[in-house]
C-alpha cells in the first residue's frame, strides 16, 4: 500500500451539517447503516431489529468530568482545559492565553481553587499541580468547571447548563474523560433494555478521552502523526465475556472509537483479548489488522482526522468517503451531537 497522505482523508463539510445540539430523545438520532450491500438509512432505535441476537455490545462507561475552567493569572483572565491525569494526581492542560504563562506561575479558578504551573511543554500543554487531590479535587471541579465542549459546538456563553447532562452517556460510572465516547450518547435505558430483552448482550470497558482528540493531524504523511495517549482499562470478568463470544462465533460490536481502541490495544495477535489497565496510543490506519471486533457503531468524524481515519481501515477508504457523501447530501448531522453510522463488514 502506497504511503497514505493527510489530505487522502479530506471532505468538504458545509458547516451546517455540524450539530450544534443533540438529538431528543437520544435514540431518534439517525442511523446510516453501512455495510457491504451499501447504504441505508434508520434511527437508532433500530438498532434492536438491525443488530443480531447473541451480538455482545462494548460500552465505554468513562464519565465525562467538567475539565474547563476559568481563572486569573493575576489580572489576566486564563481559560484552562484539562487534558490527562498524572500519576501523581497532577493534570496535563491546554491554556488559554498560553505563551504569557510562566512555570512557578498560580492560576486562580476561586477563592479555594487554584492551581500552580509546574512544566511547559513544546506541544503547547501545561502541567499543573491543583491544592487538592482525588475526591477533594473532582468536588472543586463540579463546583467550579464546565463541560468540556468540543470547539466546533459554538456557545457564546459557555457551556449551557442542559450540557451538564447530554453530553454524558446514561452508563457514565468512571470520572475521568475530557471528551464524551459520543456514540454512546445515543441511548436510553429503554433502548439497553430492548436490546438485552432481543438476545443481544452489552459489557462496558473504560477509556478516559483525552482532549487530544480534537486535536488535527498536521503530518503531511499520516505514518509521521504522533498519537496521543489515553488511559483504558478492561476487567478479568469482561475480557472472559468478550473471548467467549469470540470462540461462540457471536459478533463484537463496538459502541464507539474509544471501546475500539481499547480493545485492540488489549488483544494479542491472535484476537484474545486480555485485561488491560493502561495508557495506550494506539493508531489505527488503512492497512491495520483488526483483531476483535466485527461492526462498530460511530458518529460522523471531521475531515483529516485520526477516527475518519480509524473507520477507513475499518471500512475502506473508498467506502467511508462514498458513505460521507450520502451522509452529507442527504442532511446527516455530523460530529459529537450528530447522527450516528452502523458500519458492518
Do not use: C
Not at 443481544?200 to 487530544?212: E, F, N, P, R, S
Request: proline share 6%; glycine share 6%.
Amino acid at each position: 500500500m502506497r504511503d497514505l497522505k493527510t489530505a487522502d482523508f479530506d471532505f468538504d463539510l458545509p458547516p451546517e451539517r455540524i450539530a450544534q445540539t443533540a438529538s431528543e430523545p437520544r435514540d431518534h438520532a439517525r442511523l446510516l447503516r453501512v455495510a457491504p450491500e451499501g447504504v441505508s438509512d434508520y434511527h437508532v432505535y433500530d438498532l434492536p431489529d438491525l443488530l443480531r441476537s447473541g451480538d455482545l455490545l462494548v460500552m465505554n462507561d468513562t464519565r465525562v468530568i467538567p475539565a474547563r475552567l476559568y481563572g486569573k493569572r493575576g489580572e489576566i483572565k486564563t481559560e484552562v482545559l484539562l487534558h490527562k491525569k498524572q500519576p501523581d494526581s497532577t493534570w496535563l492542560a491546554f491554556a488559554r492565553p498560553g505563551k504569557r504563562l510562566r512555570i512557578g506561575d498560580t492560576i486562580q479558578f476561586a477563592p479555594d481553587f487554584s492551581a500552580e504551573i509546574l512544566e511547559k511543554h513544546e506541544s503547547g500543554e501545561i502541567l499543573l499541580r491543583f491544592n487538592a487531590v482525588d475526591a477533594a479535587f473532582l468536588s472543586l471541579l463540579h463546583r467550579y468547571g464546565e463541560p468540556p465542549l468540543p470547539p466546533y459546538i459554538k456557545r457564546e456563553a459557555g457551556a449551557a447548563k442542559a450540557d451538564t447532562d447530554r453530553y454524558q452517556t446514561v452508563y457514565a460510572a468512571r470520572d475521568g474523560a475530557v471528551a464524551a465516547p459520543t456514540a454512546g450518547l445515543h441511548f436510553t435505558p429503554e433502548l439497553l433494555a430492548k436490546l438485552t430483552a432481543k438476545g443481544i448482550d452489552q459489557v462496558k470497558v473504560t477509556l478516559h478521552v483525552g482532549a487530544g482528540t480534537f486535536l488535527p493531524v498536521k503530518a503531511e504523511n499520516i505514518k509521521d502523526h504522533v498519537m496521543h495517549a489515553e488511559w483504558g482499562e478492561i476487567s478479568p470478568i469482561v475480557a472472559d465475556k468478550i473471548n467467549q463470544a469470540r470462540r461462540e462465533g457471536r459478533r463484537i460490536v463496538s459502541v464507539g472509537t474509544t471501546s475500539l481502541r481499547v480493545l485492540e490495544s488489549a488483544a494479542d495477535e491472535n484476537g484474545i483479548v486480555h485485561p488491560f489497565s493502561q495508557d495506550t496510543s494506539i493508531f489505527i490506519t488503512p492497512g491495520y489488522r483488526f483483531r476483535v471486533i466485527d461492526a462498530l457503531l460511530t458518529n460522523f468524524h471531521l475531515p483529516q482526522s485520526t477516527l475518519f481515519m480509524l473507520v477507513s481501515a475499518f471500512m475502506g477508504l473508498e467506502v467511508m468517503h462514498a458513505a460521507y457523501a450520502y451522509a452529507i447530501k442527504n442532511n446527516y448531522r455530523f460530529y459529537s451531537y450528530g447522527d450516528a453510522s452502523l458500519l458492518e463488514r
